[in-house]
């Protein structure tokens, strides 16, 4: 008579295994990117230039330009929880002086600076709440998942600025309905 040592225990414990490793790695455990696509909307309507900075706490920011018919396109993200900064300064066509207010967070650089003439600026500037281009202040999250996930950002006029517009005559701040 032949003694075999017995296959079962050890396939058990490489089942038990499988099953354990399986579901963590389907999770996202250990990391994994996503990458994001939509269009950027301000009070319904695509924005036609700026740019969109998603801040990920202790891994470098990804930021990307919005595209002339409100778009947008991102490289890989690391998983989980951003923060989202949009900003338009960029496009203003009376330069640097409300642009300067607006900066890329530490360690970026704006991604896409317009190169177009002034007429192609005034065409795609629109003004925002600033609020949405400070990374403390900004109230856009999302948790990015892995692989390719649409999204679009939808940003809102905020508290006197963008509700009501301001046209300056002579000096004089108008308030317009």
Do not use: H
């Amino acid at each position: 008579m032949r003694l075999s040592a017995s296959p079962g225990p050890r396939r058990w414990w490489g089942l038990l295994a499988l099953a354990l490793l399986v579901p963590l790695a389907a999770s996202g455990c250990g990391g994994g990117t996503g990458a994001l696509s939509g269009t950027v909307y301000y009070d319904g309507k695509p924005l036609k230039g700026g740019n969109v900075t998603f801040l990920v706490t202790g891994k470098p920011s990804i930021s990307t330009k919005i595209n002339e018919d409100g778009t947008y396109k991102t490289e890989p993200i690391a998983v989980g929880p951003v923060k989202i900064c949009v900003e338009t300064e960029s496009w203003n066509p009376r330069g640097k002086t409300m642009g300067s207010l607006v900066k890329p967070p530490p360690g970026q650089k704006s991604p896409a600076a317009p190169s177009g003439s002034g007429a192609e600026m005034v065409k795609r500037y629109v003004p925002i709440p600033l609020i949405y281009g400070d990374p403390e202040k900004t109230p856009l999250t999302y948790t990015v998942t892995s692989g390719r996930q649409p999204y679009d950002i939808k940003l809102e006029p905020v508290g006197g600025q963008g509700g009501k517009k301001t046209v300056v005559l002579s000096r004089r701040p108008v308030d317009e309905a």
